[in-house]
């Protein structure tokens, strides 16, 4: 799926930031993975709050999201579409960008054919579909979808649906929304033909959990869940010819013996699906947990600080070398290095200092 010329794996990668438009909010930089050393290479402001990003499936945009109320007298939040060089990996000139149809959208991510991009709007409450043209160029709004529920048990968070994250299930034509504030896991089928989004299943997690962020084993038919209200991480069962997904157990992402404030954020798997990363902002470090290669049952193996305060979003590098953790509050890009057999991290030695970072994705 790569265009001709485009480099992959090349150390490049993107980092988007809280901040307002007149500053720096998404940096291009790249990772030596001789010496585990992170240099910036770009800076781009005009966006504010570029809070999610997300790759077209051949490396020609970067899309992302601007989490405010409105854009423009508009109301809604915003996700542009960014031109990628193909040879440097720097990024251009916007191309495209739209509305999401709903406040302070979180996530976005892109169908695996490149037709659409999703976003999930957290005040909102509600989940968009917009259509891709064959350039990776945002369209029309094909498809919004409005949540609805009832208070949950954590009244000052779910007082109302709180959509939090947008994924496609791979493999399918489905599309799994995560709801913090209705304590859900919502698939819709997507149609290419004409973008549009249809309601499936409805998945309820235990209430209060919270749940933020979904992942999928690469060979298991699993998925993953961290909740944010809960500090844990919930193993789904998924049946994709469906597109429905069941409760499993549950893990807690932070030691027994802590009891201090905490809120579960991101989740990874290891590119072989082995162990799977959970980012804790109060705990301020990342649990690690070995997958059972036949259940996809975990077991937490370490805990280890995240050399910052608040580490939200991080990424692992795609040949599972490194891992780098963006610590928001205290404004550092944190490399760890990764045993690939036990799993474990420990500290690069470096870091990048970088105002508010919160995602990364990687060339």
Known sequence: MSSKGYVRNNGILYVGS?????QPTIHVCRLDPSNGRLMILQKMDGFDNASF???????????????????????GGVVAAIAIDPSTGLLGSVTSSASTG???????????????????????????????NDAGDIGKLSSLMQHVCE??????????????????????????????????????????????????YECKLTGG???RHIVFHP??????????????????????ENGTLAQGATYSSIPADYDGYNDSADLHLSPDGKFLYCSNRGHQSIAVFRVDET???LANIQHIGGGGEQPRNFGITPDGAYVLVANQRSGTIVIFRRDPVSGKLARAGQQLELPSPVCIRFA
Not at 18 to 22: I, K, L, S, T
Not at 167 to 185: E, S
Not at 224 to 236: F, I, Q
């Open 53 to 75: 990003l997300a790759l077209h499936p051949n490396g020609t945009k970067l899309y992302a999201v601007q989490e405010v109320a409105e854009a423009g007298g508009v109301g």
């Open 151 to 200: 208070p949950g048990p954590v009244a000052d968070r779910q007082e109302k649906p709180h959509a939090h994250c947008i994924a496609p299930m791979p493999g399918t034509n489905y599309v799994c929304a995560v709801d913090l504030g209705m304590d859900a896991i919502i698939t819709y089928a997507y149609r290419e033909s004409d973008g549009t989004l249809s309601k499936r």
């Open 18 to 22: 809280y901040g307002e438009r007149h």
């Open 219 to 240: 060979i298991l038919p699993v998925g993953y869940v961290t909740n944010e209200l809960a500090s844990s991480v919930t193993l789904m069962h998924i049946d994709k």
């Open 209 to 211: 959990y919270g749940p």
């Open 102 to 132: 709903g406040e302070h959208p979180c996530y976005v991510s892109v169908d695996a054919g490149g037709t659409a991009v999703f976003a999930a709007n957290y005040t909102g409450g509600n989940i968009a579909a917009l259509q891709l």
């Open 295 to 297: 259940s996809g049952e």
